[in-house]
């Protein structure tokens, strides 16, 4: 019998699509030592993305990686906003944060495959796959696009990240349905030469004619989205955006009608040849997957424009998963796209690594179909209501139903925390237990940890609480001891440590092998008081000197966490999911009800 030459390997995740949030899951998992292949069909990165702007949360969650700093020197920051309506008397960053991911992974040992493509997909029907951790039961068939040769791949998921025309969706035959409600913007880069004042804010212009944006750019370069009439750039046969018909000076030549005079010097930029101007559909392709629902746990699809989530619900015999959420355009507007995805990722990839080191049970990856589905649906909504707001008429005298200054700025202040995504709440679920909130009050359950400045106890020097929250898949147990100087404080946390450490304490019981600091970091914040040793705390709460904070003000900003986060002066226990999310609230006399909420996902 001849011995195939096929390449064949067994590897714990293989993600399809490089872009920034196939990056990022796969940076993710591979800093957690998972065994991770990805794969792009095209022959090199973009050189600059459609999708530009980073929310605020996406920075965090980029800092929680170590990897927000490379992206705030190259950006350019947005700090104001300006908008700009008629007088009623006349009527890339996309490409430096796949950078950012492609150096992190490098010195992981992990590069992209390029230009390889997945040409079949099977899926075991074996039902001892579903639960034996050691299986690889999805069959992906990869073709290099150069060599011609094939390889076979054998994995325990599959994460797809190849886009708005996915493959593995459509090999999993998974329509998306639902309402579209299309505007057509023309997108230009450019250096302008102007004396406009906002030149440099995020700026919106809501005209009797339409609407435009601009975003500061990187090397003082600007990018101007600009909403044209659907005849001038949609090609009346096929219904899709014809390029042909409109070009950067036809897209400026619009300028004058929405109120802005655009100089005819100006100048596309020459580092981004055949990506200085497109056509897009903005505005909402607001579909859920839905029709056919396979059961699958092992394929997650999670590429910028395109989520699955009704897919998910049915994931429980085999394990293929399908991370993404809805069909979510490019959001010009609010700049959701990317960041949805990316936040996505952060969300899967630490269940996936703990599902895959077998500390946890496979239902722990279907937390992520609960809370990102739920993300995506307010999304959605949402956006049909912006896009209504920003692509529709103003309100004058002669047009009662259009939209107001008034109204439209106060929509935008209103839906700040979303669109920011610090404002996003994960409801309850076997991670998310709403038990105790009052213990600590201004720690919202399901919600990141706000941002607080804590002054390390052994040299006084100032920190960010979110800084210390790195994502290395651990647990993150914030122990608020109170006033540790006060004897009778200090021997309830005596006591707190004795019940934590004991054998079947929570710690014990999500613990690989024993090893606590495997899965936990342990962090303790006493309440504000110079006479605080920081070796008056039980050596667990301090496992090292780095690890003990008073919430003492050194200067402005700092100080009142125990305010702020509403915690009593008797203390509380507080998990931090390794996503950065608040888990579980305890106070002293409780805390066995944290082993409740671990025994939950623990295999």
């Given at each position: 019998m001849p011995i195939s030459t096929v390449k064949t390997s067994d590897i714990d995740v293989l993600v399809i699509g490089a872009g920034p949030a196939g990056l990022m899951a796969c940076n993710a998992l591979v800093r957690a030592g998972i065994n991770v292949r990805i794969v792009d069909k095209r022959p090199a990165k973009v050189a600059a993305g459609h999708a530009d702007g980073i929310q605020p949360r996406t920075i965090e969650v980029l800092q929680?990686?170590?990897?927000?700093?490379?992206?705030?020197?190259?950006?350019?920051?947005?700090?104001?906003?300006?908008?700009?309506?008629?007088?009623?008397?006349?009527?890339?960053?996309?490409?430096?944060?796949?950078?950012?991911?492609?150096?992190?992974?490098?010195?992981?040992?992990?590069?992209?495959?390029?230009?390889?493509?997945?040409?079949?997909?099977?899926?075991?029907?074996?039902?001892?796959?579903?639960?034996?951790?050691?299986?690889?039961?999805?069959?992906?068939?990869?073709?290099?696009?150069?060599?011609?040769?094939?390889?076979?791949?054998?994995?325990?998921?599959?994460?797809?990240?190849?886009?708005?025309?996915?493959?593995?969706?459509?090999?999993?035959?998974?329509?998306?349905?639902?309402?579209?409600?299309?505007?057509?913007?023309?997108?230009?880069?450019?250096?302008?030469?102007?004396?406009?004042?906002?030149?440099r804010n995020r700026c919106a212009v809501h005209s009797n004619h339409g609407s435009c944006m601009w975003i500061p750019r990187e090397d003082d370069k600007v990018r101007l989205y600009i909403q044209l009439e659907s005849q001038e750039a949609v090609d009346a046969t096929s219904g899709r955006v014809d390029k042909d018909r409109m070009g950067p000076e036809k897209l400026l030549d619009v300028c004058p009608f929405l109120g802005i005079t655009v100089d005819s010097r100006f100048d596309l930029d020459p580092r981004l040849p055949g990506n200085q101007w497109r056509l897009t559909l903005l505005g909402s392709r607001n579909r859920l997957s839905g029709g056919r629902y396979t059961e699958l746990d092992n394929v997650w699809l999670l590429a910028t424009p395109l989520?699955?989530?009704?897919?998910?619900?049915?994931?429980?015999?085999?394990?293929?998963?399908?991370?993404?959420?809805?069909?979510?355009?490019?959001?010009?507007?609010?700049?959701?796209?990317m960041n949805a995805s990316m936040n996505d990722t952060h969300n899967l990839a630490w269940k996936l690594v703990h599902v895959i080191r077998g500390w946890a049970k496979p239902s722990l990856l279907k937390t992520y179909e609960l809370e990102r589905r739920k993300y995506a649906q307010d999304l959605i909504e949402f956006d049909k209501q912006f896009a209504k707001m920003f692509s529709g008429k103003i309100k004058t005298s002669g047009s009662h139903d259009g939209v107001s200054a008034a109204e439209f700025t106060s929509a935008f202040h209103k839906f700040g925390g979303f669109t920011s995504g610090v404002g996003i709440c994960y409801q309850g679920s076997a991670i998310v237990h709403t038990h105790h909130q009052t213990v600590a009050s201004g720690l919202v359950i399901g919600m990141r940890v706000p941002a607080q400045q804590l002054t390390r106890a052994a040299d006084g020097r100032q920190f960010e609480l979110q800084n210390l929250l790195p994502s290395d898949t651990r647990f993150k147990v914030l122990v608020f001891t109170g006033d540790v100087f006060d004897a009778t404080q200090r021997e309830k946390v005596n006591r707190l440590a004795a019940d934590m450490e004991a054998s079947d304490g929570f710690l014990r019981r999500y613990s690989p092998g024993g090893d606590i600091f495997a899965a936990f970091d342990i962090i303790s914040i006493a309440s504000d008081n110079n006479?605080?040793?920081?070796?008056?705390?039980?050596?667990?709460?301090?496992?090292?000197?780095?690890?003990?904070?008073?919430?003492?003000?050194?200067?402005?900003?700092?100080?009142?966490?125990?305010?702020?986060?509403?915690?009593?002066?008797?203390?509380?226990?507080?998990?931090?999911?390794?996503?950065?999310?608040?888990g579980a609230i305890a106070p002293f006399d409780r805390v066995a009800d944290l082993k409740t909420y671990f025994e939950g996902i623990a295999r």
């Open positions: 929680s990686y170590g990897l927000a700093d490379r992206l705030l020197a190259e950006a350019a920051q947005l700090h104001q906003v300006a908008f700009y309506n008629p007088n009623p008397e006349t009527g890339g960053i996309e490409g430096i944060i796949e950078d950012i991911f492609l150096d992190s992974m490098k010195k992981h040992g992990v590069e992209v495959s390029r230009p390889v493509f997945p040409v079949s997909m099977q899926i075991s029907q074996n039902e001892k796959h579903s639960t034996d951790p050691d299986a690889y039961p999805v069959r992906v068939v990869l073709k290099d696009a150069l060599e011609g040769q094939t390889e076979i791949v054998h994995a325990k998921y599959v994460i797809g990240g190849d886009g708005a025309h996915s493959w593995v969706r459509k090999t999993l035959n998974i329509d998306m349905e639902g309402e579209q409600t299309d505007y057509v913007w023309g997108v230009v880069d450019m250096v302008p030469d102007t004396d406009f004042p906002d030149i989520t699955i989530a009704s897919l998910l619900q049915a994931m429980h015999a085999t394990r293929i998963h399908l991370k993404q959420l809805e069909d979510i355009t490019h959001r010009a507007r609010t700049g959701q796209g006479n605080t040793p920081y070796t008056d705390v039980p050596s667990l709460l301090r496992s090292h000197w780095s690890k003990l904070y008073v919430d003492k003000p050194t200067r402005p900003g700092s100080g009142s966490a125990y305010v702020r986060y509403g915690v009593k002066p008797t203390g509380a226990v507080v998990i931090i999911r390794p996503d950065g999310y608040v």
